[in-house]
């Protein structure tokens, strides 16, 4: 149980154009979504935090207008990179957890997605 | 600010051999403490998640301790095989909101 899948696992794009990067909960309801990018040998950083049917919370640093969170049901969170620049090159992470588990404090990973902006 | 501190040198020991991975934290006063294993490329996998009232945890061959007073907690790994091999990332976490803070990792490297 407990599965979080991403789409796509890599993804190269020109810069300027934008990308869309899918989570989704395949057995369990996601009540809060978690975004974070990770740079090489470095650690997570968490970007924002999505609760189902509301606005992402954002990190400070991050642009909320960059970086686009949509959390429109229980089991999927969109996150797009918009105008996407060759900085934007990361792997992309999200993770996500349930409220209504009583383990809100159990976060699930997804396997990451590459993103390569030329 | 708050601060997370994970021994950046990979930690290369024999097969067999416990590996003992450290994690301090500064100006924080989390409610529990993770453990993940993350391999290459790939999204970081729960192992194991210790919390400020409980000195130890254990679970099969890994075992955690937490010291709040020293702001200090080491994962031990015992009878360690090649398969151990991976990162390892120590994450806070604090109140309901769920939010982790992630130390660096430290690469372990078990050799046969």
Known sequence: GAVVSQHPSWVICKSGTSVKIECRSLDFQATTMFWYRQFPKQSLMLMATSNEGSKATYEQGVEKDKFLINHASLTLSTLTVTSAHPEDSSFYICSASSSTSGRAYLQFFGPGTRLTVL | ?112
Request: proline share 4%; hydrophobic share 30%.
């Open chain 2, 1 to 112: 600010s708050q601060k997370i501190e994970q021994n950046s040198e990979a930690l290369n020991i024999q097969e067999g051999k416990t590996a003992t991975l450290t994690c301090n934290y500064t100006n924080y006063s989390p409610a529990y403490l993770q453990w993940y294993r993350q391999d290459p490329g790939r999204g970081p996998v729960f192992l194991l998640l210790i919390r400020e009232n409980e000195k130890e945890k254990r679970k099969e061959r890994l075992k955690v301790t937490f010291d709040t007073t020293l702001k200090q907690s080491l994962f031990h790994i015992t009878a360690s095989q090649p398969a151990d091999s991976a990162t390892y990332l120590c994450a806070l976490g604090s109140g309901n909101t769920g939010k982790l803070i992630f130390g660096q990792g430290t690469t372990l490297q078990v050799k046969p």
